[in-house]
C-alpha cells in the first residue's frame, strides 16, 4: 500500500484565497468527485447490473427494477413511469406529479415491497416510506429531446447529434432525497459498507442506475437501440435550487474534508518533479478535449455565458504555454497552476481541475477522507483571550464589513413553510426576516467579537452568562483547526450570489455544463460520458465529456 503521508507537495492554496464565494462558484468537477469515485469502485468491483423487471406499456408506463452488487451488498433501484399531463409538468418544488419517480432500496425487493413502492413514490414527500428506502427521487422528462429521441428510433433512424449536444440528458431529476427524510434509511444505516462511506454515494448510485433506465425507457418506446455513442453522451440532467445551498453551511467539517482533499490533491501534483511523454501527451489531449467542451457548453444565463467566453478566449493562450520547454522542465504543474494567476478566476480553476486528472495513482486515494464522523464541539476551556486570537487571525473579512450598512444585511434566510425549503428574502422589502435562519455567519462573529473579554475568562463561563454566542464561538474555534470549513464571504449582502454555493457542491458531486437559470437556481448533467452498464471496464476518462457523435 503506497505511504500517503511521505508524498511529497507543495504548500496548499490559502483558505484566504480559495474559499471565496466568487472562487468557489468557478469550481469544476474532478477525478475525486463522488460519482468518479463511485463509477472507479463499480469498475473494480466487476459490478454487473441486471434488469429483474421490465413492466411497460408499449408507451412508456409501468415500472421496471434495477440490481447491482456493490461492496457485497445488493441495491436496487426500482423505477416507476406515469403518464404525465402537460400542465403538471414543472421542475419546481411546489410540484406534485412527475412523469417518473425512483426508490433505490436495499437488497432485492419481493413482489409486495415492489408493489408497495410502485404506489408510494409516485407521491414522494406526501407518502412515506421505510428503512429499506436508501434513496427517494424523481424525474421529468425532456420533453422535447426525449419526443424526438422516440420518434427518431420509430423511424428506423438514430436521433439529430446536434439535438443530443443541445440538451445532453433524456430526463432531469428534480430531487434526489437521501439520509432519513419521509421515513427511509439514515445515512449511519449504511455508512459503513464498503462502497457507501462516502459522501453521497448511495445518492450518486440512484442518478447513475437512473440514467440507464432512461436510456431503455426511449428504446423501449422507439422499438429501436440507441448508438452506443449517443448514449454515453446521455447524461441525466438535474436542476438544482435553493434547498441545497445550505448545506456547505451547516456542515463545515464536512466542507473542510472536501476541500483538504481536493488541494492536498493540487499540491500533490505540484510537486511532481518532471513529466514523462505518456503523461505530457495526456496533458495536451485533454487541453483539446476542454476546448471541445467549452465550445459545445452554452447558457442563456447572461452572467455564467460571459464567463463561458471568458473561458473560451483565454483557453488557447493558455494552451499556447504548454510548450515542450515548460513540459520538460522541472515541476511544470508547479510552474503552469502559478502562471495561471494572469487568467480569470474561472480559468485558473478549470487549469487546476485538469492537472489533477492524469495522476490518478498519486490522488485517488484521498477520496477515504472525503467523509468525516465528527461534528463541531465547543471547547470550554478555552481562555476568551485565545478566541480573540483567533477572530483576529481568521475573521478579519467579517469584523471588516459594517453590517448597519443596508447592502450588507440585504438579504436573509428562512425556511418555507409550505415546502419546508429553504429560501432567501429581502430584509428591505420582504416580511419573514424575524424568522430569519442562522446563516448569518459573519455578522455573528462580528457581534461575538464586540462582546468578547480580551482576558483569560474561560469560554465556558462566558457563554454561560451570553449564551446568543454559542454559535459563533463554535464557528471560530472549528475553522481555528479546520482552516477550509467556513466559506469566507457575507452570506446575507447584496452581492451574494447563492448560485456559487450550489456550484462548489455540485462540483464536488462531479457535475458539468451548469446552465443557471436564475442567482438561485440552475440546472446540471451528470454521468454525461459516464459508463453505461456494460462499459465500467472504462470507467474513468470521461472528465468533461464532449460529443464524439
Given at each position: 500500500?503506497?505511504?500517503?503521508?511521505?508524498?511529497?507537495?507543495?504548500?496548499?492554496?490559502?483558505?484566504?484565497?480559495?474559499?471565496?464565494?466568487?472562487?468557489?462558484?468557478?469550481?469544476?468537477?474532478?477525478?475525486?468527485?463522488?460519482?468518479?469515485?463511485?463509477?472507479?469502485?463499480?469498475?473494480?468491483?466487476k459490478?454487473?447490473?441486471?434488469?429483474?423487471?421490465?413492466?411497460?406499456?408499449?408507451?412508456?408506463?409501468?415500472?421496471?427494477?434495477?440490481?447491482?452488487?456493490?461492496?457485497?451488498?445488493?441495491?436496487?433501484?426500482?423505477?416507476?413511469s406515469?403518464?404525465?399531463?402537460?400542465?403538471?409538468?414543472?421542475?419546481?418544488?411546489?410540484?406534485?406529479?412527475w412523469?417518473?419517480?425512483?426508490?433505490?432500496?436495499?437488497?432485492?425487493?419481493t413482489?409486495?415491497?415492489?408493489?408497495r413502492?410502485?404506489?408510494?413514490?409516485?407521491?414522494?414527500?406526501?407518502?412515506?416510506?421505510?428503512?429499506?428506502?436508501?434513496?427517494?427521487?424523481?424525474a421529468?422528462?425532456?420533453?422535447?429531446?426525449f419526443?424526438?429521441?422516440?420518434?427518431?428510433?420509430?423511424?428506423?433512424?438514430?436521433?439529430?447529434?446536434?439535438?443530443?449536444?443541445?440538451?445532453?440528458?433524456?430526463?432531469?431529476?428534480?430531487?434526489?432525497?437521501?439520509?432519513?427524510?419521509?421515513?427511509?434509511?439514515?445515512?449511519?444505516?449504511?455508512?459503513?459498507?464498503?462502497?457507501?462511506?462516502g459522501?453521497?454515494?448511495?445518492?450518486?448510485?440512484?442518478?447513475?442506475?437512473?440514467?440507464?433506465?432512461?436510456?431503455?425507457?426511449?428504446?423501449?418506446?422507439?422499438g429501436?437501440?440507441?448508438?452506443?455513442?449517443?448514449?454515453?453522451?446521455?447524461?441525466?440532467?438535474?436542476?438544482?435550487?435553493?434547498?441545497?445551498?445550505p448545506?456547505?453551511?451547516?456542515?463545515?467539517?464536512?466542507?473542510?474534508?472536501?476541500?483538504?482533499?481536493?488541494?492536498?490533491?493540487?499540491?500533490?501534483?505540484?510537486?511532481?518533479?518532471?513529466?514523462?511523454?505518456?503523461?505530457?501527451?495526456?496533458?495536451?489531449?485533454l487541453?483539446?478535449?476542454?476546448?471541445?467542451?467549452?465550445?459545445?457548453?452554452?447558457?442563456?444565463?447572461?452572467?455564467?455565458?460571459?464567463?463561458?467566453?471568458?473561458?473560451?478566449?483565454?483557453?488557447?493562450?493558455?494552451?499556447?504555454?504548454?510548450?515542450p520547454?515548460?513540459?520538460?522542465?522541472?515541476?511544470?504543474?508547479?510552474?503552469?497552476?502559478?502562471?495561471?494567476?494572469?487568467?480569470?478566476?474561472?480559468?485558473q480553476?478549470?487549469?487546476?481541475?485538469?492537472?489533477?486528472?492524469?495522476?490518478?495513482?498519486?490522488?485517488?486515494?484521498?477520496?477515504?477522507?472525503?467523509?468525516?464522523?465528527?461534528?463541531?464541539?465547543?471547547?470550554?476551556?478555552?481562555?476568551?483571550a485565545?478566541?480573540?486570537a483567533?477572530?483576529?487571525?481568521?475573521?478579519?473579512?467579517a469584523?471588516?464589513?459594517?453590517?448597519?450598512?443596508?447592502?450588507?444585511?440585504?438579504?436573509?434566510?428562512?425556511?418555507?413553510?409550505?415546502?419546508?425549503?429553504?429560501?432567501?428574502?429581502?430584509?428591505?422589502?420582504?416580511?419573514?426576516?424575524?424568522?430569519?435562519?442562522?446563516?448569518?455567519?459573519?455578522?455573528?462573529?462580528?457581534?461575538?467579537?464586540?462582546?468578547?473579554?480580551?482576558?483569560?475568562?474561560?469560554?465556558?463561563?462566558?457563554?454561560?452568562?451570553?449564551?446568543?454566542?454559542?454559535?459563533?464561538?463554535?464557528?471560530?474555534?472549528?475553522?481555528?483547526?479546520?482552516?477550509?470549513?467556513?466559506?469566507?464571504?457575507?452570506?446575507?449582502?447584496?452581492t451574494?450570489?447563492?448560485?456559487?454555493?450550489?456550484?462548489?457542491?455540485?462540483?464536488?458531486?462531479?457535475?458539468?455544463?451548469?446552465?443557471?437559470?436564475?442567482?438561485?437556481?440552475?440546472?446540471?448533467?451528470?454521468?454525461?460520458?459516464?459508463?453505461?452498464?456494460?462499459?465500467?471496464?472504462?470507467?474513468?476518462?470521461?472528465?468533461?465529456?464532449?460529443?464524439?457523435i
Amino acid at each position: 500500500m503506497k505511504d500517503f503521508a511521505a508524498i511529497p507537495q507543495r504548500p496548499l492554496r490559502p483558505a484566504s484565497k480559495v474559499m471565496r464565494l466568487r472562487r468557489m462558484g468557478a469550481a469544476f468537477p474532478t477525478r475525486l468527485s463522488f460519482l468518479r469515485t463511485l463509477m472507479r469502485r463499480l469498475s473494480a468491483e466487476k459490478a454487473q447490473v441486471t434488469r429483474p423487471v421490465w413492466e411497460m406499456s408499449p408507451d412508456g408506463y409501468g415500472h421496471a427494477t434495477y440490481q447491482v452488487s456493490l461492496g457485497g451488498y445488493v441495491y436496487t433501484l426500482v423505477a416507476i413511469s406515469t403518464d404525465l399531463p402537460p400542465e403538471m409538468r414543472t421542475d419546481r418544488v411546489i410540484a406534485t406529479a412527475w412523469d417518473t419517480a425512483y426508490v433505490l432500496y436495499d437488497g432485492v425487493p419481493t413482489a409486495e415491497e415492489i408493489a408497495r413502492i410502485v404506489a408510494s413514490a409516485p407521491k414522494q414527500e406526501a407518502a412515506r416510506f421505510t428503512a429499506r428506502d436508501l434513496v427517494l427521487s424523481r424525474a421529468n422528462k425532456s420533453v422535447r429531446l426525449f419526443d424526438h429521441v422516440t420518434s427518431a428510433l420509430k423511424a428506423g433512424k438514430q436521433p439529430d447529434a446536434a439535438k443530443i449536444r443541445e440538451t445532453g440528458y433524456l430526463m432531469r431529476t428534480t430531487a434526489v432525497y437521501g439520509n432519513g427524510k419521509f421515513g427511509i434509511a439514515d445515512r449511519a444505516h449504511i455508512a459503513a459498507r464498503p462502497g457507501m462511506g462516502g459522501p453521497f454515494m448511495a445518492e450518486m448510485l440512484t442518478v447513475w442506475l437512473i440514467r440507464g433506465f432512461t436510456h431503455d425507457l426511449a428504446e423501449h418506446i422507439g422499438g429501436a437501440a440507441l448508438s452506443p455513442q449517443i448514449k454515453r453522451h446521455l447524461g441525466i440532467g438535474n436542476s438544482t435550487g435553493l434547498g441545497m445551498a445550505p448545506f456547505l453551511v451547516n456542515h463545515p467539517l464536512l466542507l473542510d474534508a472536501w476541500m483538504q482533499v481536493r488541494e492536498t490533491a493540487i499540491a500533490r501534483v505540484r510537486a511532481i518533479p518532471s513529466l514523462d511523454p505518456d503523461q505530457i501527451a495526456r496533458i495536451y489531449d485533454l487541453v483539446i478535449r476542454t476546448a471541445q467542451h467549452l465550445a459545445e457548453w452554452t447558457v442563456p444565463d447572461a452572467i455564467a455565458a460571459e464567463r463561458i467566453e471568458t473561458l473560451r478566449a483565454e483557453w488557447p493562450a493558455f494552451a499556447n504555454t504548454l510548450t515542450p520547454e515548460l513540459m520538460t522542465s522541472r515541476t511544470p504543474i508547479d510552474t503552469i497552476i502559478t502562471q495561471s494567476a494572469q487568467y480569470s478566476v474561472d480559468t485558473q480553476e478549470l487549469i487546476a481541475a485538469l492537472m489533477l486528472e492524469p495522476f490518478g495513482d498519486l490522488i485517488d486515494g484521498l477520496t477515504d477522507c472525503m467523509a468525516t464522523p465528527f461534528t463541531p464541539v465547543i471547547d470550554p476551556t478555552m481562555t476568551c483571550a485565545d478566541l480573540t486570537a483567533h477572530v483576529q487571525n481568521d475573521w478579519d473579512w467579517a469584523l471588516k464589513t459594517d453590517f448597519e450598512a443596508a447592502t450588507e444585511c440585504a438579504q436573509f434566510w428562512y425556511v418555507s413553510e409550505e415546502k419546508l425549503e429553504p429560501r432567501l428574502g429581502n430584509r428591505h422589502s420582504e416580511e419573514g426576516a424575524e424568522l430569519e435562519s442562522p446563516l448569518d455567519i459573519a455578522r455573528q462573529v462580528k457581534a461575538l467579537a464586540l462582546a468578547l473579554p480580551n482576558d483569560a475568562t474561560p469560554v465556558g463561563r462566558f457563554l454561560a452568562e451570553a449564551p446568543a454566542h454559542r454559535g459563533a464561538v463554535r464557528r471560530v474555534q472549528t475553522l481555528a483547526t479546520h482552516a477550509y470549513a467556513e466559506i469566507r464571504d457575507n452570506l446575507i449582502s447584496e452581492t451574494c450570489l447563492p448560485i456559487d454555493i450550489l456550484r462548489c457542491k455540485l462540483a464536488f458531486f462531479g457535475a458539468a455544463k451548469f446552465d443557471p437559470k436564475s442567482d438561485r437556481w440552475t440546472r446540471i448533467t451528470l454521468c454525461q460520458g459516464a459508463p453505461l452498464f456494460d462499459g465500467l471496464d472504462d470507467a474513468d476518462d470521461w472528465w468533461l465529456p464532449v460529443a464524439s457523435i
